[in-house]
């Protein structure tokens, strides 16, 4: 009895498998199995005709990839005049093979003619819906007549191919509108001022950023500082006499430090 509880009926998928499940739907307080089990067993429930881990070696089934349809499709593409590209492709080809990178887990030669078949396949879909845009474009302007209740709706349509292309400010659509205004110039608070022009009362250092370059520890570069030591002696001489002739206010020169030795012999006297 209590094996009962806990054992699951037949038949049942087994809980964990990943595959699809015809018409499973997540129920709150059933498992994976007893929801399977009512599924299997549900006569209004459309079964396929095997289970899907049905055993297929009693019947010889066998998968031939690429499948001979892609096959086909190929050689097609060769046929009219693409040497490159044929089945079967020569493994080691270090060529460019388009969507080739969409294939996985196959041999060279397999997956490259499936990925030549898929390429085919789109190109032949984007040529016949141009074909299709340019023949309805012709039955628009009377150059053809319809086949069909399609051509015959697509001649008689409202908007005409190609479409008009419309100003938007004829549209109502306020976008892009000229402007004869000029423009407001960038705000100038965060230039520097050895990007300034000469003539500006705002070029100057400002004492906010000298107190901040020199905290202590600071390793970095303050532009003209007197320590130039790693400097050639033209280069100093150079950027000083720029200094002195480029600089607003005056230039102090500290003056030579004269030694009195009579002064001196008195005070450690």
Known sequence: MALDLVSIAQPHYIPGYTGHCPEYKYRIGDTYGSTTHKILLDPAVQHSERLVLSDRTADDFQIFRPPQTDIDVVNARFRNGDPV??????????????????????????????????????????????????????????????????????????????????????????????????????????????????????????KEYILLLSAPKYGGIIHRNQCVLQAMFHMVSHGLANLRRSSPTPLFVISRLIIDEDRVQNGHQ
Request: hydrophobic fraction near 40%; aromatic fraction near 10%; proline fraction near 9%.
């Open 85 to 206: 590209y044929k089945h079967p492709m020569i493994p080691g080809y270090e060529g460019f093979l388009p969507r080739l990178n969409a294939h996985f887990g196959q041999r060279y030669t397999v997956a490259a003619t499936e990925a030549l078949s898929d390429f085919q396949r789109v190109q032949i879909n984007q040529r016949a819906a141009r074909n299709q845009l340019e023949r309805v474009v012709d039955l628009q302007a009377g150059k053809g007549k319809p086949w069909d209740l399609v051509d015959r709706f697509s001649a008689t349509a409202e908007f005409k191919l190609p479409l008009v292309t419309v100003r938007p400010e004829c549209a109502g659509i306020l976008r892009d509108v000229p402007m004869d205004e000029p423009k407001l110039s960038p705000a100038t608070h965060s230039v520097s001022p050895y990007f300034m022009e000469n003539a500006d009362p705002d070029k100057f250092i400002k």
